[in-house]
């Protein structure tokens, strides 16, 4: 297996570490990673410098070696090296060994792991670019993440306020931002003594002409949207409510379906992954006497989607870490492809790269020269 191209951005420019985790949690937020994960920071002091970063898959000693080498202290990855709790540290435990090298040598470790599955934009919608999927949705979205923020401001305000709440990240549906919903109405208050109304007296009631805007948002944002709203709004006390939807989140969650750019016999389209994916060997299904077209994808261990990837239609669904039983399931439904764990997720370093670079452009990250892949292949 050839490894990843190194892909340079940017100057060594020092950069607090906790700038660096906030770029990354604002593409891959911790709110979307599954209860059984461990993202986040792993080690590292949130106040350090960092010179630069080394983005992999996972973290093997090759690839700290190589950050030591190139002079990166921080180390990013898809995979958390540790995973489960350790209450014992002994250095014969490879995750221990490789935790306490990182910390001897003043390295700070993250990891991004379904909080970038999970994310708009994540693994498996990477995965669908690469073989040029048209027509993509989330196979599984995620639920109880939007909210709902409704509040009452004066006319003369309202797009001074609704362009504050925009630019805290309320208003994004898919590839559209800046939505809202808005209706010309008026409210009354009356203020008691001591009081200091932005308009009207205290003890009197007053009418005033205001505008009601109503914006969606993700619930991990919504205490930097509020503060938002209560600096941009004129009144003393803010009339607003923060309702929890019950709606999917339909541009985030597990898995992705979309179309290819033509049906393929389903040789071409093996063919097609072999090569997009650099497989040694793909485990399949009994391919269906139909061409394919709709493909579901989910990077790493994703069977647990296939029953979704069958209802949502698709002609194939390609994950890894598949199980004999899972075949049989798969037969006379789907064309079932497990083309590897490491395959499947080997252009995640590079998502994350792109992310950081929008984020970050003048901070210096690159991507390992290793692969990690611990599997090889006897043929
Ligand atoms: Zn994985």
């Known amino acids: 297996?050839?490894?990843?191209?190194?892909?340079?951005?940017?100057?060594?420019?020092?950069?607090?570490?906790?700038?660096i985790v906030e770029a990354i949690e604002s593409f891959a937020p911790l709110a979307l990673q599954e209860s059984y994960d461990n993202s986040g920071l792993i080690c590292g002091d949130w106040d350090m410098e960092i010179s630069s970063a080394l983005i992999a898959l996972d973290l093997t000693d090759a690839v700290l070696d190589e950050a030591l080498a190139a002079g990166c202290n921080l180390i990013i990855t898809h995979h958390p090296l540790v995973f489960h709790a350790l209450k014992k540290f002994p250095e014969n435990d490879p995750t221990t060994r490789l935790l306490l090298r990182a910390i001897r040598h003043h390295l700070a470790i993250y990891a991004a792991h379904t909080s970038l599955d999970n994310s708009v934009g994540g693994v498996s919608y990477f995965m669908a670019t690469k073989l040029a999927l048209t027509r993509i949705q989330v196979l599984s979205p995620v639920r109880n993440q939007l909210m709902k923020l409704i509040t009452?401001?004066?006319?003369?305000?309202?797009?001074?306020?609704?362009?504050?709440?925009?630019?805290?990240?309320?208003?994004?549906?898919?590839?559209?931002?800046?939505?809202?919903?808005?209706?010309?109405?008026?409210?009354?208050?009356?203020?008691?003594?001591?009081?200091?109304?932005?308009?009207?007296?205290?003890?009197?009631?007053?009418?005033?002409?205001?505008?009601?805007?109503?914006?969606?948002?993700?619930?991990?944002?919504?205490?930097?949207?509020?503060?938002?709203?209560?600096?941009?709004?004129?009144?003393?006390?803010?009339?607003?409510?923060?309702?929890?939807?019950?709606?999917?989140?339909?541009?985030?969650?597990?898995?992705?379906?979309?179309e290819l750019p033509?049906?393929?016999?389903?040789?071409?389209?093996?063919?097609?992954?072999?090569?997009?994916?650099?497989?040694?060997?793909?485990?399949?299904?009994?391919?269906?006497?139909?061409?394919?077209?709709?493909?579901?994808?989910?990077?790493?261990?994703?069977?647990?989607?296939?029953?979704?990837?069958?209802?949502?239609?698709a002609d194939a669904f390609v994950t890894a870490d598949v199980g004999y039983h899972r075949f049989f399931e798969a037969q006379n439904r789907t064309l079932l492809c497990d083309?590897?764990?490491?395959?499947?997720?080997?252009?995640?370093?590079?998502?994350?790269?792109?992310?950081?670079?929008?984020?970050?452009?003048?901070?210096?990250?690159?991507?390992?020269?290793?692969?990690?892949?611990?599997?090889?292949?006897?043929?």
């Open 1 to 19: 297996m050839p490894p990843v191209a190194c892909l340079f951005l940017g100057q060594t420019h020092l950069m607090k570490l906790k700038t």
């Open 152 to 258: 009452f401001v004066p006319h003369q305000h309202a797009a001074a306020v609704r362009q504050a709440l925009f630019d805290a990240g309320a208003g994004h549906i898919g590839d559209y931002d800046q939505c809202s919903f808005n209706v010309e109405g008026y409210g009354t208050f009356r203020g008691a003594a001591g009081t200091n109304p932005y308009v009207g007296q205290p003890g009197i009631q007053h009418r005033e002409e205001e505008t009601r805007i109503e914006v969606i948002l993700p619930a991990f944002i919504s205490s930097r949207v509020l503060k938002a709203l209560k600096e941009s709004h004129p009144y003393e006390e803010v009339a607003y409510d923060l309702v929890p939807l019950a709606n999917d989140w339909q541009y985030a969650g597990a898995g992705i379906i979309g």
């Open 262 to 313: 033509r049906p393929m016999t389903a040789g071409e389209f093996l063919t097609l992954l072999k090569q997009t994916f650099r497989c040694a060997v793909i485990r399949h299904s009994t391919p269906l006497p139909k061409p394919i077209l709709n493909v579901a994808l989910c990077g790493g261990a994703g069977s647990f989607l296939l029953d979704k990837a069958i209802a949502a239609g």
């Open 339 to 379: 083309i590897g764990h490491y395959e499947s997720e080997q252009f995640t370093a590079e998502l994350l790269l792109s992310g950081l670079k929008d984020k970050l452009p003048t901070f210096a990250a690159r991507i390992s020269a290793q692969s990690t892949n611990p599997v090889n292949y006897f043929s």
